[in-house]
């Protein structure tokens, strides 16, 4: 299981919704090779793109932002006030 920061998360993102590669590694030497190690990126001629999982993980990050989860504090669950699921 991989675990990635909000820098990953957001280096993977913003490079789905670009469309771009990676190409100026300065100061990012250390994420990129984690982003590599871990199958996200391949580096290419001196740039660096998305791998078919990279991209199927910001697609699912992408989704967080357009489907927020149904959040319930601690106190609201003590209180009883558990949200109403929804069926169809």
Do not use: C, W
Request: no cysteine.
């Amino acid at each position: 299981m991989h675990i990635l920061s909000i820098k990953d998360i957001q280096l993977i993102v913003h490079l789905v919704e670009t469309g771009e590669v990676l190409s100026d590694i300065k100061d990012r030497e250390k994420q990129v090779d984690s982003l590599v190690r871990m199958g996200y990126l391949r580096p290419l001629r001196g740039v660096f793109a998305l791998t078919e999982l990279g991209e199927k993980t910001a697609n699912s990050l992408q989704m967080r932002h357009f489907v927020p989860a149904m959040m319930v504090t601690g106190a609201a669950l003590e209180a009883g006030q558990a949200p109403a699921l929804e069926t169809a």
